[in-house]
């Protein structure tokens, strides 16, 4: 395959003059099931450590054995371009066809299981930390789809603790994260404009505040303890089913029906934003192939239409609903926003996902586009979730963000 002549950088940014941030594409509805991870087997964001392993997964289904090919790009830590060629961050290439593929076996859906780990022996590995986009394309040098990840290195401590907010009026809804910084023999020039820092919840890139100074410099330590800037919406537990067998229900399953392919049928569910808040163990968003009796779930898993059914009232004039997570990159598009239906009274959508465990949540976006999490699920203080801290530092006279050190905390600890 010859050099591309459109790399990802052109292609999302249209070659303008600025740099805008970059955002992942989503892929094609042939393309499903993308499981992008670190060393874990739960599909979710990949924050990894300088020298660990990167694992890619996705099933394409139109039965045609494509060759795709992958493109690893660096970015600075606002997601907009970094001046680095690639020989400085990456050890041998990319722009290398993933060779590693199986056909489904056994299955009434048709598709091709495609596996990437990094590195290999095209790309020996990764040599600088930052911010990544892994990019796929086919054969006629389109983009299929894009998934970011970051790689850090421990030079710094990441202390991290979760509050309930500190300002009143949402301290019923809101979580706040607290972050102390110890610069471990680190030394930091000028940290108020060198030093950023990244706070995600739940490992979902599109609800991150990005680009936190320090608030306090005490000795060694950098503190941050804002009001309002490094608080988040509370949310509740996300919801789940499984589909590990199909012959039969399953946790969260009403019915399951045998067409083309499989229909599985969810219990209706209802809003719980004005319900006392009750706590039910997830996975934060993500999702997990499995299924019953099978040797190889990753060719031998099916795939079924998913019935998702939600009893809510009539929506205002450029209000949609739309169910996501993980399994779908939080995107908010066609395939997964629900319509209303007469006939049942019900808001109604299926998207067609592969055997497993998966957390799903209903959100509202408002008529300008805003993203409205709580309205359906509510947002409560004691809920459970995850925050990832990621400390970007970028000396002055630096070409790029090195990420220094990443800090992990959870609201099952929270204190006032």
């Known amino acids: 395959m010859p050099i591309k002549a459109i790399t990802l950088l052109a292609a999302l940014l249209c070659i303008t003059p600025l740099y805008p941030q970059i955002e992942e594409v989503n892929p094609p509805s042939y393309i499903r099931t993308i499981a992008f991870r670190g060393s874990g087997q ?74 990437l780990r990094i590195p290999n022996d095209q790309t020996r590995g990764i040599l ?5 986009i892994l990019s796929i394309w086919n054969d006629n040098n389109e983009l299929v789809f894009s998934r970011k990840f970051m ?9 991290v603790s979760i509050k309930r907010s500190r300002d009143v009026k949402f301290i019923n809804e809101k979580q706040s994260v607290d972050i ?74 009403r019915t399951t029906d045998l067409k083309d392919i499989y229909h599985t049928y969810l219990f209706t569910n209802h809003q719980r934003a004005n319900r006392p808040y009750t706590y039910n163990p997830d996975i934060n968003g993500s999702f997990v192939t499995t299924a019953s009796d099978r040797e190889n779930v990753s060719i031998e898993a099916d795939y079924t239409f998913v019935h998702f059914s939600l009893q809510y009232n009539l929506l205002k004039e450029g209000q949609k609903i739309y169910v996501y997570g993980n399994f779908n990159n939080y995107a908010l598009d066609a395939e997964n926003e629900m319509h209303y239906s007469p006939d049942t009274n019900l808001y109604e959508c299926a998207i067609k996902l592969k055997q497993g465990f998966y957390n799903y949540k209903y959100v509202v976006t408002e008529a300008d586009g805003s993203l409205n999490d709580g309205a359906i699920s509510g947002n409560f203080w004691q809920t459970e979730n ?27 600890d929270i204190s006032n």
């Open 42 to 115: 739960i599909s979710q964001l990949p924050i990894l450590r300088l020298g660990e392993p990167l694992f890619l997964e996705f099933d394409a289904l139109n039965g045609r054995e494509e060759d795709f090919y992958y493109v690893i790009e660096h970015f600075n830590f606002d997601w907009t371009p970094s001046p680095l060629v690639k020989s400085e961050y990456i050890q041998g290439f990319d722009d290398q066809r993933i060779r590693n593929y199986d056909n489904s076996f056994n299955t009434h859906q048709i598709f091709s299981h495609y596996m």
């Open 128 to 132: 600088k930390t930052g911010n990544y």
């Open 151 to 159: 790689v850090y290195e421990d030079a710094v401590n990441v202390g």
């Open 180 to 253: 102390i910084i110890s610069n471990n023999n680190f030394n930091f020039n000028n940290p108020m404009e060198t030093v950023k820092a990244t706070i995600i919840q739940n490992y979902n890139l599109n609800t991150a505040i990005t680009g936190l100074k320090p608030q306090y410099i005490l000795g060694n330590e950098l503190s941050y303890r804002y009001v309002s800037e490094s608080s988040f919406w509370g949310g509740n537990e996300y919801r789940y089913f499984e589909t590990k067998d199909l012959r039969a229900a399953n946790v969260g399953v």
């Open 386 to 412: 995850n925050y990832k801290v990621l400390v970007y530092y970028k000396d002055l006279g630096a070409r790029y963000d090195r990420l220094i050190g990443v800090g992990e905390g959870s609201s099952v």
